[in-house]
């Protein structure tokens, strides 16, 4: 073959191959991405087959008896996995409990357990043991008011906490003893293990991943709104 030819086939050849090669990135990065932008929010995802059913259920929990605050039925349910230590959930849990109390007919907030250290699970014993006695989510709001290093160092700020609600205290006492709501604390936090979660708090609206971390206000209640309208 004439060498000029052969020259011409093989830069023919490369230009065909870097045509393709351009082809194939503009494809590759204008692809759809599904991120929280592009999600619909109108409705919970439908439970159509095994896996998102299992899904759902590690997102809900099965116990949302006392650690949940709103309608049952609400349009809207905001999972949130938090932990009492976390100074990012004390930051977001006003902003959710202002716009929880301004629509409970329309809005449904289930608080599960993401306990990392020893302190934590603590500080959500006390949280749940209060719960038995109706006062799950003042003694969450106290839990958070009065974060700091000393608190749940010892059971005696624990107990502290405890007398400002009014509970049984020796109930109260004896839920702690034994350690009584263990096991749904281990659940809550095997849960947010398969679910990857990467901090507190995390959040999951009508199923759906919302972007961790402090809430921006403005930003979440924009959000709410497209849902609730």
Not at 1 to 17: A, F, P
Not at 49 to 62: C, F, S
Not at 174 to 181: A, F, G
């Amino acid at each position: 073959m004439d060498k000029d030819l052969q020259n011409k086939l093989s830069w023919l050849i490369l230009i065909g191959v870097s045509l393709i090669f351009l082809v194939s990135l503009y494809l590759y990065t204008n692809r759809p991405v599904s991120d929280i932008s592009t999600l619909s929010p109108d409705s919970t995802p439908q439970a159509n087959n095994a896996d998102l059913v299992k899904r759902l259920n590690t997102i809900y929990g099965t116990d949302n008896s006392y650690n949940a605050m709103g309608n049952p039925k609400a349009k809207v349910t905001i999972v949130e996995f938090g932990d009492f230590t976390c100074p990012y959930c004390r930051a977001s849990a006003p902003i959710l409990r202002e716009l929880a109390l301004k629509h409970p007919d329309q809005i449904q907030v289930i608080f599960r357990d993401r306990t990392p250290t020893e302190k934590s699970v603590g500080l959500a014993l006390a949280a749940h043991c209060a719960g038995e006695q109706s006062q799950f989510w003042p003694m969450h709001d106290l839990l958070y008011q009065y974060q700091s290093e000393e608190l749940g160092q010892d059971e005696s700020s624990i107990i502290a906490l405890a007398q400002k609600l009014t509970l049984d205290q020796k109930q109260f006492q004896n839920c702690l003893d034994t350690r009584k709501y263990l096991n749904t604390i281990k659940k809550n936090m095997v849960d947010s293990e398969r679910l990857a979660l990467s901090g507190t708090p995390s959040w999951y609206i009508n199923g759906l991943e919302y972007p961790s971390g402090t809430l921006d206000q403005a930003a979440f209640e924009d959000y709410l709104k497209n849902l609730l309208n």
